[in-house]
């Protein structure tokens, strides 16, 4: 019986992997690997396999011994691991006719091959990846010196012609594809992110010629050092036939979204949905990247940044105002946080300020958001080394986001966060929401005085019918009142309520009553004794449909009065009543019959001492429970 479960374990993963596919495109996939699939890699002290991501079976993997091997580097690729091959090393794949892990039929003049690599070094032959026989074509990713280091595909019969060739710098990483049309024909396209706008470069050959199936290599030509790559590779991706249209897109954006490799280009989903468009963001179109989770490409990816700004770690390149985006709330297939830079100046001016902040400073620069689905609120890092600004400390500090997405700050409704660490001259906001089309600004030197309280946090959470919302503050000194805010559908907010400064006070609540089924999304707005006024973030709570809702009708409950409660069922029943002190002292239950619709109910607590009550209500199969003050 374990043997069993052990095997229908290892057909449920096998068959979740076979279900994904790079950017969703599956037609023709002949082999995926990535450094990033722990599950595929053997590790001792050097990398001895490397299994197909996308069928890991028997044989399907990359494998090397002793002193061929390379080794794996952790966090060398937004926040991914990658594999280096030091110019010594490589990895040999499944190989000969039949075998099903060779990625390409023996004779096709068809393929396509994606990869995502970094070489360190300059006028050398390389290989990153070649499926090649004696007397035929090669299909892999070659580089070359050729007066410039450039790379793209070899024929491997005599005069060994050099396809195709795009230029590459070392120790920049590219998203690479050479596609193979018909040998002979329309001969090879090599694209990558540098040209994929118009179409990357092409050659016809006047040989036909067919790929073979003799070497299935990572690294190296023929022999160990033969040839070598001296570099690193995330990601390969080899299919049987060409890759062009949607399906390029497809793949190109999940692997530049994935690895922080910025496009220029729409990103697409597996989908194909656009969730980054580069004409309509085209003023911010640049340095783009983002966090999202892809189910059909096999994507979650949870933190990132764009490795124009930063580097494999997170940390930011001097003097680029890095930005990282991570701990996103509530992320889910189909959930995309996109953003995009102005390529403004990082030199610190007082432009576009708020008015509210007159008197500070700001980096000119400013990122816009296109978010897709509901991925929640974010972690955001503002990376400020390299950069002179003024702010030393936290409350010097604020990422300002204009939710209309017009970029101008001095209109509109302009939200605020302080960081809650400024360490090493990192910025670190906690809980952000960035709503679709968000532009955001940061602040580096807020004019003492001039922004009202500083929000420490805000929460919202059902309990029963009833939404109770806490915020805590600092800052709050020229406060006059909290405005509490609500809308059912995140947009248009209505008032609800007041809670009153206490200057003294940096704790505060208020529970919105008989908020009934569904979510419901709040905002405070909180209002100075100058007429000065800042919004908090919004936040959220979900009550679920439930047989009946309940309210007290008269609380708290003065003198000898008893307090009534109105039970509002959706099917009739008998209604208990248990009724319990705020120390968890039980007083008694009431039991009454109700029917259908509104149904008022006294409660026997008129003689009761002064004190708070609990009333656990139960009906039919639902329980909620309301709280009495009887003074």
Do not use: C
Not at 213 to 227: I, K, M, Q, S, T
Request: avoid cysteine; proline fraction near 4%.
């Amino acid at each position: 019986m374990k043997r069993f479960y052990i095997l229908l374990f290892a057909a449920i993963l096998s068959n979740d992997l076979l279900a994904q596919s790079p950017g969703g495109v599956s037609a023709g996939l002949g082999m995926w690997i990535r450094a990033d699939a722990a599950s595929t890699l053997g590790v001792s002290d050097a990398l001895d396999s490397w299994q197909y991501f996308n069928n890991p079976g028997v044989g399907f993997s990359f494998n090397a011994t002793g002193t061929d091997r390379p080794s794996l580097v952790s966090n060398s690729l937004n926040f991914q691991p990658t594999v280096f091959f030091s110019g010594t090393n490589l990895m040999d794949g499944p190989v000969n006719s039949g075998t099903p892990g060779v990625p390409i039929p023996s004779g096709s003049q068809t393929g396509s091959v994606f990869a995502v690599w970094l070489s360190t070094a300059a006028g050398a032959y390389q290989h990153v990846w070649e499926q090649k026989g004696f007397g035929s074509s090669g299909n892999g990713l070659e580089l070359w010196t050729n007066n410039n280091n450039t790379y793209g595909a070899q024929l491997e019969v005599f005069p060994y012609d050099q396809a195709a060739l795009l230029p590459y710098t070392t120790n920049t990483w590219y998203i690479s594809q050479l596609n193979a049309q018909a040998i002979g024909a329309n001969d090879f396209t090599v694209v990558d992110q540098t040209t994929l706008g118009t179409g990357g470069s092409t050659i016809t050959s006047t040989r036909t010629v067919g790929v073979g199936e003799n070497y299935n290599r990572l690294g190296a030509r023929d022999n160990p050092g033969e040839e070598a790559l001296v570099g690193n590779i995330a990601e390969v991706i080899v299919y049987s036939t060409p890759v062009s249209g949607a399906q390029r897109n497809q793949i190109f954006s999940y692997l530049a979204l994935k690895h922080g490799i910025h496009l220029g280009t729409n990103l697409v989903n597996s989908a194909g949905t656009t969730i980054w468009d580069a004409t309509a963001n085209t003023t911010y179109n640049n340095a783009v990247f983002g966090i999202g989770q892809d189910d059909a490409s096999g994507l979650t990816l949870t933190k990132s940044n764009s490795m124009v700004t930063g580097s494999g770690n997170g940390v930011g390149q001097s003097g680029t105002a890095n930005i990282t985006l991570s701990n996103a709330t509530t992320l889910a297939d189909g959930g995309f946080v996109i953003i995009g830079n102005d390529g403004g100046s990082l030199t610190e001016g007082t432009g576009n300020i708020p008015t509210i902040a007159a008197g500070s400073k700001r980096l000119p620069r400013q990122w816009k958001a296109q978010v897709t689905g509901t991925p929640g609120d974010v972690d955001v890092d503002v990376d400020l080394n390299g950069i002179t600004v003024t702010g030393t400390t936290t409350t010097d500090f604020r990422l300002i986001l204009d939710d209309d997405g017009d970029g101008d700050f001095t209109t509109g409704t302009t939200r605020y966060y302080t960081p809650s660490t400024y360490t090493s001259n990192v910025a670190h906001f906690s809980g952000v929401t960035i709503n679709n089309n968000t532009v955001a600004g940061m602040l580096t030197g807020v004019a003492p005085g001039t922004l009202p309280v500083v929000w420490q946090s805000v929460t919202a959470a059902a309990t029963g019918n009833d939404v109770k919302l806490n915020w805590v503050v600092s800052a709050n000194e020229s406060g006059k009142v909290y405005v509490v805010e609500h809308a059912l559908d995140g947009v248009h907010f209505t008032s609800i309520g007041e809670v009153a400064n206490i200057p003294s006070e940096k704790s505060y609540s208020f529970v919105h009553v008989s908020a009934g089924p569904g979510t419901h999304y709040y905002r405070v707005h909180e209002i100075d004794i100058d007429g000065k006024d800042i919004y908090s973030k919004i936040v959220s709570a979900s009550i679920k449909v439930t047989d009946f809702s309940v309210r007290v009708l008269n609380n708290p409950a003065v003198g000898s009065v008893d307090p009534n409660i109105e039970i509002n069922a959706v099917k009739a029943g008998k209604a208990s009543i248990e009724m319990w002190t705020e120390t968890g002292k039980y007083v008694g239950t009431l039991q009454q019959a109700v029917g259908i619709g509104s149904n008022r109910i006294t409660v026997p607590l008129g003689m009761k001492p002064k004190a708070t009550y609990f009333l656990k209500v139960k009906l039919n199969e639902s329980t909620q429970t309301v709280q009495v003050v009887k003074l």
